[in-house]
Antibody, heavy 118, light 107 residues
Framework: QVQLQESGPGLVKPSETLSLTCTVSGGSISTYYWNWIRQPPGKGLEWMGHIYYSGSTNYNPSLKSRVTISLDASKNQFSLKLSSVTAADTAVYYC????????????WGQGALVAVSS | DIQLTQSPSFLSASVGDRVTITCRASQGITSYLAWYQQKPGKVPNLLIYAASTLQSGVPSRFSGSGSGTEFTLTISSLQPEDFATYYCQQLNSYPITFGQGTRLEIK
């Protein structure tokens, strides 16, 4: 059974960089797309971007150039960096798997709440 | 970006009711649509993909239909555990987008 688990700081200061890692267990990181999605408190879901196991990425233009997703196949992990954060970036951050760029998200992590505050 | 508009945004219904939620896309997305259920404080759970394919393990009272720009999620007979928020998602083109959600509450 594939499992995903987000990890990283729960509190980030404004203007700093939010960093999260998603560890994949029970399956290989190869041949899939790995996504980041966020959900501000009480609001809907926003897709942030994804990375293919080969390293190719696609990002949501709404996040402009603030987001970077990377992958470490040797550790079965992929990571999210979001720079220049503000209070509007306070959200639960989820990682999720899809088997193609146009495919649904079948496995999700439990989510990591990240608050942006000084 | 492709906008997804769900209707209604809020729905009050009773156990045993048949419920339909609509998702309209701002442009055609063929059948690249998925539906998720999310309960408070929980992870979104995949219900339907490719507009009408039931995810393994999801009860058969859930069904999806549609193509192009209009899609529906139907729950044939509401159970107590179905009261949650439902989201549609389009995967036809970047950026991947979600509808605003439909909150289903007990009447």
């Amino acid at each position: 059974q594939v499992q995903l688990q987000e990890s990283g700081p729960g509190l980030v200061k404004p203007s700093e960089t939010l960093s999260l890692t998603c560890t994949v267990s029970g399956g290989s990181i190869s041949t899939y797309y790995w996504n980041w999605i966020r959900q501000p408190p009480g609001k809907g879901l926003e897709w942030m971007g994804h990375i293919y196991y080969s390293g190719s990425t696609n990002y949501n233009p709404s996040l402009k150039s603030r987001v970077t997703i990377s992958l470490d196949a040797s550790k079965n992990q992929f990571s999210l960096k979001l720079s220049s954060v503000t209070a509007a970036d306070t959200a639960v951050y989820y990682c999720a798997r899809s088997d193609s760029w146009y495919s649904h998200f079948d496995y999700w992590g439990q989510g990591a709440l990240v608050a942006v505050s000084s | 970006d492709i906008q997804l508009t769900q209707s209604p945004s809020f729905l009050s219904a009773s156990v045993g009711d048949r419920v339909t939620i609509t998702c309209r896309a701002s442009q055609g997305i063929t059948s690249y649509l998925a539906w998720y259920q999310q309960k408070p404080g929980k992870v979104p759970n995949l219900l339907i993909y490719a507009a009408s394919t039931l995810q393994s393990g999801v009860p058969s009272r859930f069904s999806g239909s549609g193509s192009g720009t209009e899609f529906t999620l139907t729950i044939s007979s509401l159970q107590p555990e179905d009261f949650a928020t439902y989201y549609c998602q389009q995967l036809n083109s970047y950026p991947i987008t979600f509808g605003q959600g439909t909150r289903l509450e007990i009447k």
